[in-house]
C-alpha cells in the first residue's frame, strides 16, 4: 500500500513540474546566465594572442557594438536604458565613447567638464557588463602630437580609475591625418601614451590609430609597437573603402597584427552620402570571416545617413512609446538586422 502512494506522489509531481512553465523558466534563465558569453563577466580580462583577441580562458572573442557621436553634443542620448536596449535587444558587447579634443568643436582641451560626462557614460556601461571603450577623437587636431601633453595627462588619470576595470579599453588617438603625417610620428606618441597607461594598468587593451584617417597601415608591418596587448585602428567607410583596404588588412593580419576596426560606416566617408548597403554587406562578410571587432559610427539623431536614429527622435520626450527603437532610420535598420543576426546564431 505504501508503495501504491509512494508511485501516485511521484506521478503527480511529475505532472504539476510540466505544468507549471515557471518552473522551467526560471531554470532557463539561469542556464542562459550561466552560458552568455557576450558579457565581461565570461570573458573578463581580454588579451591579444598573434592577430587574434581572446578572452580569459584563451577563447577567441569578437566585440561589436556602435560608437557614440560627440558627447558634448548629444549626451542626452546616452542614458543607462538606451545602453541597455542595445545591450539586451540589439546584441552589442562593446560601446564606444567618442571624447572630442579639438576646441574649435568644443571638445575637451577647451571644455574640461568633458571628462566627467565620459565617465558618466563609461560607468554606465561597465554596469551593462559590457565592455567599452574610451575614444580620444581627434579629428581637426589631425596631428596626435599636438595636445600630447593633455593626452597623457587624460589617460594617467583615467587608467588609474579604471586600472582594476577588464571593462575598459583605452583608444589613444582616433583619426591621425594630415599630408605629412606618418606612422613614425604616431608611433613615437603612441609610445609616450602607451607607456603612461601601462604604469596604471598593465593588462588592459589598448587601440592605437594610424595614419590617413586609419588607412595607411602597411608602414607598421616593419616598425609594430613593441608592447603587449596592442591593437591597430583600421577605418573603413562602405562608400568609399573596399577590397584595397581590405588587402592591406590581409597583409598586416599575415604578420600577425592585430587589427581593431574601432569605427566604420555604410556612407562614404563624410558620413551623409547614399547608404552603400551592398559593400557594407561585403565589409562584414569580410569581418565575420577573419573574426574582427568592430564598432559602427554612430548612435545619434544627427541629420546625416550615418546616423543610426532619425533627427526626429528626441531623448528628452516623456511619450511612453519613446524606445528609440521607434525612431530608427534606414541605416539603423539594417544595422540593427545585422546585430540581430549575430544575436540569432549566438556568434
Known amino acids: 500500500m505504501n508503495f501504491f502512494k ?14 507549471n512553465n515557471d518552473f522551467y523558466n526560471v531554470n532557463d534563465a539561469v542556464t542562459k546566465e550561466v552560458i552568455d558569453k557576450n558579457t565581461v563577466s565570461y570573458n573578463g580580462w581580454l588579451k591579444v594572442d598573434g592577430n587574434k583577441l581572446v578572452n580569459q580562458n584563451n ?18 542620448i546616452y542614458s543607462y536604458d538606451n545602453i541597455k536596449i542595445l545591450k539586451d535587444d540589439w546584441g552589442i558587447n562593446v560601446f564606444r565613447v567618442a571624447m572630442y579634443t579639438e576646441p574649435i568643436q568644443d571638445g575637451y582641451i577647451k571644455n574640461k567638464d568633458l571628462k566627467n560626462e565620459i565617465i558618466s557614460i563609461v560607468d554606465e ?9 574610451i575614444d580620444w577623437h581627434i579629428l581637426f587636431d589631425g596631428d596626435p602630437t599636438k595636445y600630447q601633453d593633455e ?13 582594476d576595470t577588464p571593462n575598459v579599453i583605452f583608444e589613444i588617438c582616433n583619426e591621425p591625418n594630415g599630408e605629412q603625417l606618418k606612422w613614425e610620428k604616431v608611433k613615437k606618441y603612441a609610445e609616450k601614451v602607451i607607456s603612461t597607461i601601462r604604469k596604471n594598468a598593465p593588462d588592459s587593451i589598448i ?14 608591418i616593419n ?27 590581409d597583409k598586416l593580419l599575415d604578420k600577425q597584427l592585430p587589427i581593431f576596426i574601432s569605427e566604420c560606416g555604410i556612407t562614404d566617408n563624410t ?10 554587406n561585403e565589409w562584414i562578410d569580410y569581418i565575420n570571416n577573419k573574426k574582427l571587432s ?46 540581430q543576426k549575430y544575436k540569432e546564431e549566438n556568434y
Open 6 to 19: 509512494m508511485l501516485v506522489f511521484i506521478f503527480c509531481v511529475g505532472i504539476y513540474l510540466g505544468m
Open 223 to 249: 616598425n609594430p609597437l613593441n608592447f603587449d596587448n596592442i591593437m591597430y585602428s583600421v577605418h573603413f567607410y562602405a562608400g568609399t573603402d573596399g577590397k584595397e583596404l581590405r588587402d592591406k588588412m
Open 151 to 163: 593626452a597623457i595627462k587624460f589617460f594617467d588619470e583615467i587608467s588609474k580609475k579604471y586600472k
Open 271 to 280: 558620413g551623409d552620402s547614399r547608404i552603400y548597403e551592398t559593400e557594407f
Open 294 to 339: 568592430w564598432i559602427f559610427w554612430s548612435f545619434s539623431n544627427k541629420n546625416e545617413n550615418s546616423s543610426v536614429l532619425d533627427k526626429s527622435y528626441n531623448p528628452k520626450s516623456s511619450n511612453k512609446d519613446n524606445n528609440f527603437n521607434n525612431y530608427l532610420s534606414k541605416t539603423g535598420t539594417i544595422i540593427k538586422s545585422i546585430f
Open 125 to 133: 556601461a561597465i554596469s551593462l557588463d559590457l565592455y567599452v571603450v
Open 207 to 220: 587601440i592605437v590609430g594610424t595614419p590617413e584617417w586609419c588607412k595607411d597601415i602597411i608602414p607598421i
Open 59 to 76: 577563447e577567441e572573442v569578437q566585440l561589436k557594438g556602435l560608437s557614440t557621436h560627440g558627447v558634448q553634443w548629444f549626451r542626452n
